[in-house]
């Protein structure tokens, strides 16, 4: 039987990754060490370091599915929820969550693949000087003056409007 869309996508973006550094273990989901009767107090594990460098990437892996196939997608609510710190010591919202996602101006490259979509659509306002792959863009985001969203053809953009950088990054 042919896997759903999603599952199929979830399943390309686990077969694009390097999984060599989670040797230790196939743990069934919800393995629980304490009460797997499995488990044998000699069984080598993993430090707790090595065990949230396994989890971020597991985090990352399934946020790139999640955030190609929802534009309401918020990776650092996603990293939160799966029980990963998303802030620095100072409080600032931490940079390496985000920057594992592969992923560019709220653009993310299909799963498992190297490639971001054909642009089929891009938006801007009459109050922008630049045209964006979508709001999720950041640029477009912090100069948002809640005005009309404008949609056009990539090829159909008026000359009033010139690419944001996260269109020309896209079409190379």
Known sequence: MALSKLAQQFADEISLQDWSDAHIRLDRA????????????????????????VKINVMWVTAQVLGYNDPNFDVYEFAEACGI?????????????????????????????????????????DTSDAYHTSTSCSLF????????????????????????????????
């Open 30 to 53: 919800g393995h629980d060490r304490a009460s797997d009767t499995k488990s044998h107090p000699n069984d080598p594990v993993l430090s707790a370091e090595q065990a949230q460098k």
């Open 85 to 125: 710190n998303v802030l620095t010591s100072r409080g600032a919202k931490n940079g390496m969550i985000d920057a594992g996602l592969r992923s560019w101006r709220g653009q993310y490259q299909r799963p498992g693949t190297w490639k971001f979509d054909p642009l089929t659509e891009v938006v801007t306002t």
């Open 141 to 172: 985001r912090r100069g948002y003056q809640n005005t009309p969203i404008r949609k056009f053809s990539p090829d159909a953009v008026p000359s009033k409007w010139k690419p944001c950088e996260c269109v020309t990054v896209l079409q190379d």
